[in-house]
């Protein structure tokens, strides 16, 4: 390695054994410490002197001591080393996923199945100096940025994926009706709801432009259950699909983990059709060598099996 300054190239051995002759200031100590003989020593440190043009040290029979130039010199060289010797720490820790960066993306109902909020935690816990940058996105949106490198690690639903994207199923869960609480369906009890008594209502849902995987989800299961829905009105987020659906605008269907979200005048129902569930998926580029995105998804694969 090398040290370049003022048209200089210092190798840093000469720099740390200028600094350890610095500090004894007596060739044969500085020797000792550093484990070579004291001859190669001294031509080192000559050899140092006339690639920098300056004379370091006053030498004479009795005493070493530094000159003017030396003792700034000393001061810049251990500035130097240090900031050396952080690097290469800063690097090795990077390199063992100990710091850095990690950029992860998340559908919006992510946050609700408390497997997120858990591993976050987790692995902030884990790994204090690495910095979490959290994007929500559609699953589409994470799918794009995985593939591309702006992310790491991506937490998507069901979504048909391009070569070279692998997936790792954390959970799956119900799919879940909802219905203002007035509706003539709010009434029955805590058995399942066929997909097939929404057939003539109006539904509120995303957009198919919206790039969320539930909507191919519902309109397979619609499919089965022998309609194509009517969507009435349409919502890019699924808080803003359960506030419609509490003002009466029309019913929706939704994962399970937005059971959490407690909003007057909605009524939630589990669908009983036998597809009717969805999963929440790990996705990550099959060429991801990055030790921080393994361990984070070492982490949520552990937290979703602890809460299974």
Not at 133 to 147: F, G, H, N, P, R
Request: glycine share 6%; charged share 20%.
């Amino acid at each position: 390695m090398f040290y370049e300054s003022f048209g200089a190239h210092v190798e840093l051995r000469h720099l740390r054994y200028f600094v350890a002759v610095a500090e004894e200031l007596h060739f044969g100590r500085a020797a000792e410490l550093l484990r070579i003989s004291q001859p190669p020593l001294s031509q080192q440190i000559q050899a140092l002197e006339q690639e920098l043009g300056v004379r370091l040290f006053d030498r004479t029979n009795r005493r070493v001591s530094l000159t003017d130039a030396g003792r700034l010199f000393l001061d810049e060289t251990r500035r130097t080393l240090a900031q050396v010797d952080k690097s290469v720490d800063v690097v090795r820790r990077a390199e063992q996923g100990e710091i850095g960066e990690l950029q992860v993306g998340f559908t919006s109902s992510a946050p609700f199945t408390s497997i997120l909020p858990r591993a976050i935690l987790a692995f902030r816990q884990a790994f204090p100096a690495v910095h979490l940058a959290l994007q929500e996105m559609t699953s589409k949106q994470v799918i794009d940025a995985v593939q591309d490198e702006t992310l790491q690690v991506g937490m998507i639903r069901p979504f048909a994926l391009p070569p070279g994207l692998q997936t790792v199923e954390l959970f799956s869960e119900p799919l879940v009706a909802l219905m203002h609480t007035g509706h003539s369906l709010a009434e029955a009890g805590e058995e399942g709801l066929p997909l097939a008594e929404l057939a003539d209502e109006p539904f509120v849902f995303f957009p198919r432009s919206y790039g969320t995987g539930l909507y191919d989800q519902l309109l397979n299961l619609a499919r089965q259950a022998g309609f194509s829905p009517r969507i009435a009105q349409e919502a890019n987020e699924a808080l803003t699909i359960i506030g419609l659906v509490a003002a009466g605008l029309g019913v929706s269907v939704l994962p399970a983990s937005f059971r959490r979200i407690r909003i007057d005048g909605v009524r939630f129902r589990t669908l009983s059709d036998q597809d009717a569930t969805t999963a929440v998926w790990l996705v990550k580029r099959r060429q991801e060598q990055s030790p921080l995105a393994q361990a984070f998804m070492d982490l949520v694969t552990r937290e979703a099996l602890s809460g299974s």
